[in-house]
């Protein structure tokens, strides 16, 4: 699997955006009938929710097979909208061995987690785990799972001269 280009600096490969291209269903998801665990494709986001807090562990664990070629790039970037307080843990098989990654407490916001890929070219696998720290209901959503290359970013992102700051015929006054 090749990533897709979405900039000079970053690849998506996972579009759980859109039901036509998600991924989802190639997921395996460990079993969460115990404590009301779902995850449904919707139309903007693959979905999940649970309605308690599991006993012990995550409530959300799921897992799929890549042999994604990451080369070109050194970060794994997940987009993930958490339950308030829950820990995200991203597991990536590489050719390179093992890269474990475990978030901060969640904010009530979606964030992009950057992870590195350690010289990695090859992701094997990657698994998914959501951890609540509180008892009840929560949910929330993955948007997609890309690449970054960490340098060419800075110079994407950074200051410089790629947009012409005269407007000269563009502005007109009202």
Known sequence: MKPIPINEAEAVFELFWDPALSGLSK???????????????????????WASRPAKG????????FDLDCSGYDRLVISVMAPERSIVRVTAQTNRGMVRFRSPSAPAKKR??????????????????????????AGGWFNWIGLQDSQRLKHYLGPGNR????????????
């Open 112 to 137: 992009e987690y950057a992870i590195p890929l350690r010289g990695a070219r090859m992701i094997e696998s990657i698994t998914l785990e959501v951890e609540p720290s509180d008892d009840g209901i």
């Open 163 to 174: 947009f012409d700051k005269r407007w000269e015929g563009f502005l007109k006054p009202e």
């Open 58 to 65: 995550p409530a959300l664990r799921m897992t799929r097979r």
């Open 27 to 49: 997921w395996r998801i460990d079993p969460g009938a115990a404590h009301g665990l779902t995850v449904t494709q919707n139309w903007c986001w693959a979905q999940f929710g």
